[in-house]
């Protein structure tokens, strides 16, 4: 989420602009590891399926809230942690609340899956498979955090080439002011681009998980007995 850049300022700045940005991914971070842990009392509870059904949600939620990021908000949340002492206004609380809100919504949704898809991979085999099972899980999760990253980072990459050559002209190139405007606009709209790409993604994967059986196979229940 690389929304707080600043082409033109010192490093002063940049330095500020960095900090800004990894508070904000706190909100993100910080609630998927800790929604794990409801994850799994919520698996055990409502089943694979309705688990990770109700996580991707809440997922889906975030990522929505996160497509509508506006540039003005990227200034509002540096001014709220630069005026916290102070108190910041109700349109710097405003804007960073939303930004969090946003991103914690995606990362509570993302963290409840994590229980319910490593316990169905687990109990869906045989005791003694159950080591390669586990490690299964582990290694397309890596997979799939290298294959999104690279891919997004591939897609950034390209969309802010494209979009600085529509509105930066050559002349522009030695007025920073505009550059750096043009810039964070850009950066902006790249964020909410993938902020859509991801909740498209979480939309396919709530169908998925619907092929998810809704408890353990019908051997490893204490009734005996599993429903589908």
């Not at 979009?163 to 750096?180: I, S, V, Y």
Request: positive net charge.
């Amino acid at each position: 989420m690389p929304i707080f850049i600043n082409v033109a300022g010192s490093a002063q700045d940049t330095r500020r602009a960095a900090l800004v940005t990894g508070y904000l991914l706190c909100a993100f971070t910080v609630p998927m590891a800790l929604a794990a842990v409801p994850g799994g009392w919520l698996s055990s509870r409502l089943g694979y399926r309705w688990s990770v059904v109700f996580g991707l949600i809440v997922a889906i939620s975030g990522f929505l809230m996160m497509s509508f990021w506006r540039v003005e908000m990227a200034g509002q949340a540096v001014a709220f942690f630069e005026h916290l002492a102070q108190g910041p206004s109700a349109a710097e609380a405003r804007g960073t609340g939303f930004m969090a809100l946003g991103l914690a919504l995606a990362g509570v949704g993302v963290g409840l899956t994590i229980a319910p898809i490593g316990t169905a991979v687990i109990n869906g085999v045989r005791d003694q498979e159950r080591g390669m099972a586990s490690s299964l899980v582990i290694i397309l999760r890596l997979i799939g955090m290298s294959v999104s990253m690279s891919s997004m980072t591939a897609y950034g990459l390209r969309r802010t080439t494209v979009l600085g050559r529509q509105m930066l002209r050559p002349e522009d190139a030695l007025d920073f002011d505009k550059t750096a405007r043009v810039a964070l606009e850009a950066v902006t709209r790249i964020t909410d681009e993938i902020a859509l790409i991801a909740l498209v993604v979480a939309v396919a994967a709530a169908g998925i998980a619907f092929l998810l059986r809704k408890d353990d196979l019908p051997e490893m229940t204490a009734g005996g007995s599993a429903g589908r």
